[in-house]
């Protein structure tokens, strides 16, 4: 009798458990896989949103002879290249800066860092717009200090358009990985830090070889997100520049949505350049993976 009642218990629990987890599931299939199984059906047709016509891979071979959307690539990839090392080095060296036991006020320098990743984007990009416009502060404020001559018009500049986006991105996103670095440095165990200053390793040499190499597993992580996020980034390009002067700061994610809602409507199009984004990500996640093991197992 005692026995049933703990299986009856057992099958409950079981029950109960399942339940947790089906419903959760369920949302995360019905709002997140099943638009990604539509969508790449979708990438497989043409048509306006009314009428579709089975197309079959015709949109992934047009992508290849696309000028806009390779200028999108090459755009989107030079931010990546430039920006998401520099933003990567910034929060490290920041968060090696905050964790110093003997600074004071580290709380208040680590709010006032990571804030701007919780600001809205379109606040901060039209904040951006302002700043960087023809007679905003950051002209007048070179011209003060003689730097320049006369006022750059970085908005309408392909050159110092892409460098206003790649400053806006590393203001916004440069506290957010700080706080991955700070929470792996906070969990490294003092002695280790203590046993290097008796042996006379200086503070570099201790961030060199204790701190970089315990902190490779988030690396990797705030690596593939920033890569992930770069690849899809929009608000920054759509709010501050639109994309232009001529394109020249347009993404691939603003070109899916040009293709949705500014060109003539071409869902199935866009659908396959969401995809060629999910096929970068995928790529460089796995280089990135096979990276850090080579270098894991060089040490």
Not at 89 to 108: C, D, E, H, T, V
Not at 139 to 150: D, G, K, P, S, W
Not at 229 to 251: H, K, R, V
Request: glycine share 6%; with cysteine; aromatic share 16%.
């Amino acid at each position: 009798m005692h026995k049933q009642k703990v299986h009856g218990l057992e099958r409950k629990q079981q029950i109960i458990g399942w339940g947790f987890v089906l419903i959760p599931s369920l949302l995360i299939f019905v709002f997140s896989f099943y638009p990604m199984i539509q969508s790449f059906f979708l990438s497989l047709q043409s048509g306006k949103g009314i009428v579709y016509e089975f197309v079959g891979f015709k949109n992934y071979i047009r992508l290849f002879s696309d000028p806009m959307f390779k200028q999108a690539v090459a755009n989107t990839f030079l931010y990546l290249i430039i920006q998401v090392p520099i933003m990567l080095l910034l929060g490290l060296i920041i968060a090696a800066l905050l964790n110093a036991p003997s600074l004071k006020f580290r709380g208040f320098y680590r709010t006032a860092i990571f804030l701007p990743c919780v600001t809205s984007l379109v606040a901060y990009s039209v904040l951006f717009k302002s700043i960087f416009a023809y007679d905003g502060i950051v002209n007048r404020f070179l011209m003060a200090i003689h730097i320049l001559e006369e006022p750059i018009s970085w908005l309408l500049d392909p050159f110092w358009a892409k460098v206003v986006i790649i400053i806006a991105i590393t203001w916004r996103w440069t506290g957010y990985n700080m706080i991955f670095y700070l929470a792996g440095m906070q969990n490294i165990d003092t002695s280790i830090y203590e046993a290097a200053d008796i042996d006379g390793a200086s503070k570099f040499q201790q961030f060199k070889l204790i701190t970089i190499p315990l902190l490779k597993p988030i690396i990797l992580l705030t690596t593939i997100m920033s890569t992930n996020g770069t690849l899809q980034l929009f608000d920054e390009a759509m709010n501050i520049t639109n994309g232009g002067p001529g394109n020249s700061t347009m993404t691939i994610s603003q070109y899916i949505y040009n293709q949705s809602f500014v060109y003539t409507p071409n869902f199935g199009y866009a659908a396959t350049i969401s995809y060629a984004i999910l096929f970068m990500v995928a790529v460089l996640a796995i280089i990135q993976f096979k990276v850090s093991k080579v270098g894991d197992q060089n040490d």
